[in-house]
């Protein structure tokens, strides 16, 4: 079936330096894909969103990378804080068809000072 | 302040006991979903909302029941909870238009259940 996965479990980066993580989607007819942070303790909160027919977009020290032609995507956080310690799903979805998000499994990003 | 908000946060209860896990949403938003999180399979989807009495199953529906009497709240039920239950909860909301799903989703604080 149709499935949205992660390269990485754990990734552990140093205070101030820029973050990259990354997800590989399969379903080539998802159009509009998201990724969420998720802190311990609460529930997942929207981060940044990207459709299908651009192939990057900037939000405040994020920005979000799309590959159609590989099917993947990125979230690049920069000077990246202890406060962006969390767990980072992308969802993906057809919004012509589907009613519901795929998620990914996650990444937990560490933050090391 | 715009939020999705549950009730119980935290549940402890035993096989066979119904229980009910309420969720309400002040966004006026059309649809409503329920997930549960469990290690290393994410957020999967457990029964959805469209709008008022419209409801469908998600990806894991065996052993709940919603139901969407009013549009802002959607509670779950389980009538007969097991240990295979145990786990994270949460709800979310989002606006659509024209049964579309408007992507953007909403979710609570969660809730966590441990069946014994």
């Known amino acids: 079936g149709e499935s949205v996965g992660l390269h990485l479990p754990t990734l552990s980066v140093q205070e101030g330096d820029n973050s990259i993580i990354n997800c590989a989607y399969s379903?080539?007819?998802?159009?509009?894909f998201i990724w969420y942070k998720q802190e311990s303790g609460k529930g997942p909160q929207f981060i940044i969103d990207?459709?299908?027919?651009?192939d990057k977009r900037q939000g405040q020290r994020v920005t979000v990378l799309l590959n159609k032609t590989v099917k993947h995507l990125s979230l690049q956080i920069a000077a990246t804080q202890p406060g962006d310690s969390a767990v980072y799903f992308c969802a993906e979805i057809n919004t012509g068809t589907a009613s519901k998000l795929t998620f990914g499994t996650g990444t937990r990003l560490q933050v090391t000072l | 302040e715009a939020q999705v908000t549950q009730n119980p946060r935290y549940l402890i209860t035993v096989t066979g006991k119904k229980l009910t896990v309420t969720c309400s949403q002040n966004m006026n938003h059309e649809y409503m979903s329920w997930y549960r999180q469990d290690p290393g399979l994410g957020l999967r989807q457990i029964y959805y909302?469209?709008?008022?009495?419209?409801?469908d199953k998600g990806d894991v529906p065996e052993g709940y029941k919603v139901s969407r009497k009013e549009k802002r709240n959607f509670p779950l039920i389980l009538e007969s909870p097991s240990p295979n239950q145990t786990s994270l909860y949460f709800c979310?909301?989002?606006?659509?238009?024209?049964?579309?799903?408007?992507?953007?989703?909403?979710f609570g604080p969660g809730t966590r259940l441990l069946v014994l």
């Open positions: 909302s469209m709008n008022v009495e419209v409801t």
């Open positions: 990207i459709r299908s027919n651009m």
């Open positions: 979310a909301s989002s606006s659509q238009t024209s049964g579309r799903l408007i992507e953007t989703q909403y």
């Open positions: 379903n080539s007819a998802s159009d509009y």
